[in-house]
């Protein structure tokens, strides 16, 4: 009888283990990402490079299907708490790009790009359950800039013996190669235990960094480096539900904002 009980016992926390995650509420996160055009650094510099996010256990965003007529989020007001998604609208898949259709935020992207200080850099929502910090995957956010067109052909004898190999190594299939220069790198992280917690760690590839001002002078005899190639912002915050959440640098900031998904 005892081992019944204790065999039951176990059964049902079994059960309760793997019900949790998919019991657990469903939030919809939407980040913009931007920079300011003229920073104002009151002379702050940074002359070491800070480290780059660590991406382990990191997870990119499903991108494919945030075009798709099957994804179609309604919204009845802008004013609404809670967001109503048609249960046969759209299932319930983690870290699940969403559409344009979706976005909260599009007014503060609108002013950002009219205004002459900043520029939006990124803006992007997905969805994603709850879970507590041990299971919380962190989304990996970046962003490349798109700098000039040449040709494969003369680019690609220059990187290898064998163009043919490399070729397949980076795949590329068009006649023209795009060289693409990184802007930021990064991951945002939301977490839930009794309140709400965000992680936002990212790095920024400022152009004023990595050109002219990026000189070595030298100084007994050693080069020491000018200024940084990058720089970083990590910041850890407990956030309510339906805010807007400001994360500042210098040079660039994030803006969030987190809203639960109520499920018919």
């Known amino acids: 009888m005892k081992l019944n009980n204790h065999l039951n016992a176990l059964l049902f926390l079994f059960a309760l283990f793997f019900v949790a995650p998919v019991q657990a509420a469903w939030y919809q996160v939407e980040v913009i990402v931007f920079n300011y055009l003229s920073p104002d650094f009151d002379g702050e510099l940074w002359y070491e490079n800070p480290g780059l996010p660590d991406r382990h256990n990191s997870i ?12 179609d989020i309604n919204f009845k007001s802008t004013e609404m708490t ?14 699940l790009q969403l559409p344009e259709s979706s976005l909260r935020l599009d007014g503060i992207e609108r ?41 494969a052909d003369e680019f690609l004898p220059q990187m290898s013996d064998d163009p043919s190999a490399l070729h397949n190594e980076l795949a590329v299939k068009e006649e023209l190669y ?12 939301l977490r839930s235990s009794k309140f709400l917690h965000v992680d936002v760690d990212i790095a920024y590839f400022p152009e004023f960094l990595t050109q002219e001002n990026n000189t ?49």
């Not at 795009?178 to 992280?189: E, P």
């Open 60 to 71: 990119e965003l499903i991108a494919e299907l945030a075009d798709s007529e099957d994804i």
């Open 82 to 95: 809670n967001v109503e998604i048609p249960a046969n609208k759209v299932e319930l898949i983690p870290y």
């Open 178 to 189: 795009q060289v693409r220069d990184l802007i930021f790198d990064g991951t945002i992280r």
């Open 111 to 151: 002013v950002l790009k009219l205004s002459r200080g900043y520029r939006p850099l990124l803006h992007v929502a997905w969805q994603q359950p709850g879970l507590t910090a041990s299971n919380a995957r962190a989304v990996h956010l970046q962003k490349f800039e798109e700098t000039e067109e040449i040709q």
């Open 216 to 264: 070595d002078r030298q100084e007994g005899g050693l080069f020491v480096q000018q200024q940084a190639d990058y720089v970083r912002l990590r910041e850890s915050r407990k956030i309510r539900l339906n805010e807007i959440h400001y994360f500042d640098h210098p040079v660039f900031g994030v803006i969030l904002r987190v809203s639960r998904l109520k499920v018919h």
